[in-house]
T-cell receptor, first 117, second 113 residues
Framework: ETGVTQSPTHLIKTRGQQVTLRCSSQSGHNTVSWYQQALGQGPQFIFQYYREEENGRGNFPPRFSGLQFPNYSSELNVNALELDDSALYLC????????????????FGPGTRLLVL | QKEVEQNSGPLSVPEGAIASLNCTYSDRGSQSFFWYRQYSGKSPELIMSIYSNGDKEDGRFTAQLNKASQYVSLLIRDSQPSDSATYLCAVNAGGTSYGKLTFGQGTILTVHP
């Protein structure tokens, strides 16, 4: 157990809807990263939040957006859902204090499995 | 060319054997390297991190890094059926990629009794 929690565990939505996924970081960690993992693939980086600001973004469209709160928990919002958004969404928490200045280890939560019909 | 490449497998080894998992990466400036284990339907679990050239051992696991060859590997000694999982290689390029981990597609390992 990493201490990173995510909710909900599973979600079914229809195309065009919007979804919000939530993540609580491990105690002492101030950085949250979000990844999308399609079946049979490695996780793909969506974006990272550090102290409530976006700190890097992967190759995902603007309909993927996020927030980080003062307690370092985070939300991932996806608008206008498409069938290809069906995936396991992973949140990872980290802290520069736990590693080598920005290249710290990321610890994953259990994930949210999203199915878009 | 993919940024991080792994053989997808499946790699099948008998119980007690050494399993060797390999990973190559394209960004020569990459600074940190990780191996994660992922059981079916679960999230990735960190096994090893390595930052410097050479070997790093932790129990039955040894990570090897060769930055000149842009190659990182994971050896699992005395493989057990419970080691059967997908092994993900992840690389952090640092710099402007600051917090981004780039993953390979994973190698499926099966350890048979």
């Amino acid at each position: 157990e990493t201490g990173v929690t995510q909710s909900p565990t599973h979600l079914i939505k229809t195309r065009g809807q919007q979804v919000t996924l939530r993540c609580s970081s491990q105690s002492g960690h101030n950085t949250v990263s979000w990844y999308q993992q399609a079946l049979g693939q490695g996780p793909q980086f969506i974006f990272q939040y550090y102290r409530e600001e976006e700190n890097g973004r992967g190759n995902f469209p603007p309909r993927f957006s996020g927030l980080q709160f003062p307690n370092y928990s985070s939300e991932l919002n996806v608008n206008a859902l498409e069938l290809d958004d069906s995936a396991l969404y992973l949140c990872a928490s980290s802290s520069p204090a736990s590693g080598r200045g920005g290249l710290e280890t990321q610890y994953f939560g259990p994930g949210t499995r999203l199915l878009v019909l | 060319q993919k940024e991080v490449e792994q053989n997808s497998g499946p790699l099948s080894v008998p119980e007690g054997a050494i399993a060797s998992l390999n990973c190559t990466y394209s960004d020569r400036g990459s600074q940190s390297f990780f191996w994660y284990r992922q059981y079916s339907g679960k999230s990735p679990e960190l096994i090893m991190s390595i930052y410097s050239n050479g070997d790093k051992e932790d129990g039955r696991f040894t990570a090897q890094l060769n930055k000149a060859s842009q190659y990182v590997s994971l050896l699992i000694r005395d493989s057990q059926p419970s080691d059967s999982a997908t092994y993900l290689c992840a690389v952090n390029a640092g710099g402007t990629s600051y917090g981004k981990l780039t993953f390979g597609q994973g190698t499926i390992l099966t350890v048979h009794p």
